[in-house]
């Protein structure tokens, strides 16, 4: 157990980390290359520091067995991670304008359809060899099959979120490894994507832009997907009149909504367990939505209070940038907590499941890229593409990286048809509902019929994919 001070002084020391983590990532030319988060490093060095590495070197009966951090700061990060990512996947869509679904998917179609293909592709090469090889050869859980699609497309914060999942499982390594994992997908999304830029630009498959001279900082990158969706000068009018008579902080406002789509989402999970104790006469842990962590729900929760703010005409009282603000500091807290807390003895003794599912995720990755986006994406293909790709190994910001590199005029219009496929496709996949339930389902219902489920949806988009291509092309 531990104290409120000790609280404190996790969450101090993590402010320190983050410092130090700019401060070594602005000194060293690879981090910087690679556009790594300063949480990464941060959550890097603080692994480093802790009972894996300064503790293993130290050995036991010295001071510093585990590591330079205290016990109670330590248990206070390892449950950093599955708390902080509820008030992230709160935000996501929190203070937001929402379009209709008609001007969704007229401009985005192609992309819901090939980053729905590139997300349920993981999970079938993921089971297949789960199911293949590391389970029968290496006794690996097979859970792991849901890894590929948990750290790639869900990338860091997501990963942390799901330890508490396999845990409940009997799949204690899971969340390491998919920590270990998403630092791979994010790492070989920027090098495999810089490669592929310059290969496309060879080869003329580059169709707008030039690459060669964008310069483009994290900041203006958070800011892409917000291009299209600025307020009326109205609503900034009536926030500003509303903030000089208010007795509270605008953030604590804000802070105080994303709290409210938290508790929207609670009663969401907490009644989706209550219907399925009472229909279906299960235990309070035999169920399956039982096991349904609450950050999915979060999501709801944050799509609810926004319509709740736009019909009510008080869409004034909430920031989209605050919001963000709130949000990226969650993230910062969950990424940092989750890597210092990452068990290396874990990775080790799962080496053929890290390697084998790392290896086989980016092959799909770059097969569904080659060959199926060409087919899929009747316009600007690469430049379109590519965004996708690189979210599928690393997180959203390493897609919109790759996209202003490659298309920094954004002439192929490719940014707004990425940030209206996020509406229809983080609820699902890449951190939301299935992405929560899918070690659950291979746990509660065998790999098989959950291969036979992922297949069958992979299979529904490849056909809607190519048949809207066609459609498209059609009425062109």
């Known amino acids: 157990m531990f104290k409120l001070i000790d609280v404190f002084v996790a969450f101090i020391l993590v402010g320190v980390l983050v410092l130090a983590g700019r401060s070594i990532r602005k000194r060293v030319g690879f981090f910087r290359a690679l556009y790594l988060p300063d949480s990464i490093v941060a959550g890097g060095l603080a692994l480093l520091l802790g009972p ?13 067995a585990a590591g330079i951090f205290p016990e109670a700061v330590q248990q206070v990060w390892k449950q950093s991670p599955s708390v902080f990512i509820n008030i992230v996947f ?25 980053g729905q293909i590139l997300a349920w592709g993981q999970y079938v090469v993921g089971i297949l060899l789960t199911l293949l090889i590391l389970t029968p050869l290496f006794n690996v ?16 914060g997501t990963a942390a979120a799901m330890q508490t999942t396999f845990q409940d499982i009997g799949f204690e390594s899971g969340g390491d490894l998919a920590l270990a994992m998403a630092t791979v997908g994010i790492v070989s999304g920027i090098v495999i994507g810089t490669f592929l830029i310059s290969w496309g630009k060879f080869t003329g498959r580059v169709k707008v832009g030039d690459a060669d001279a964008i310069v483009v900082t994290p ?25 000089r008579e208010m007795l509270i902080d605008p953030l604590s406002l804000n802070f105080g909504l994303v709290g409210l789509a938290v508790v929207i989402g609670w009663l969401i999970q907490q009644g989706l367990v209550w219907f399925e104790r009472i229909a279906f006469s299960v235990g309070d842990k035999g169920g399956l939505l039982s096991h349904i962590p609450l950050f999915p729900m979060t999501v709801i929760g944050g799509i609810i ?15 989209r940038p605050l919001v963000k603000r709130i949000g990226g500091v969650a993230l910062d807290v969950t990424v940092v907590t989750a890597l210092a807390t990452i068990s290396l003895s874990a990775i080790g003794a799962n080496l053929p499941a890290f390697i084998g599912l790392s290896l086989i995720g980016i092959t799909w990755n770059l097969f569904a890229f080659l060959v199926l986006a060409p087919r899929i994406i009747p316009n600007f293909w690469f430049e379109r593409g590519i965004g996708d790709v690189g979210q599928s190994m690393g997180v959203t910001s390493t897609g919109l990286l790759l ?39 291979i746990h509660k219902f065998g790999p098989i019929a959950t291969l036979g489920l992922t297949g069958g949806l992979l299979v529904f988009w490849l056909v809607f994919g190519f048949y809207n291509f066609k459609q498209i092309r059609r009425r062109r």
């Open 403 to 441: 996209l202003r590199m490659v298309d920094p005029g954004n002439q192929s219009a490719a940014l707004e048809s990425f940030a209206y496929k996020q509406l229809l496709f983080e609820p699902i996949v890449g951190g939301g509902l299935f992405t929560a339930i899918a070690p659950i389902l």
């Open 305 to 319: 209070v926004q319509v709740w703010l736009l019909r009510t005409n008080r869409s004034y009282l909430i920031s």
């Open 219 to 243: 900041e203006e990158l958070e800011k892409e997907l917000d291009l299209d969706l600025e307020e009326a000068p109205e609503i900034r009018l009536t926030r500003a009149k509303m903030m």
């Open 90 to 114: 709160a935000t996501l869509f929190l203070g937001d304008q929402i379009p209709s679904p008609k001007d969704i998917w007229r401009q985005a179609s192609p992309q819901v359809a090939f």
């Open 141 to 156: 859980h097979p859970s792991a099959g849901a890894l590929i699609e948990v750290a790639f497309e869900g990338g860091h």
């Open 52 to 64: 894996g590495v300064v503790g293993a070197i130290a050995g036991d009966g010295s001071p510093f």
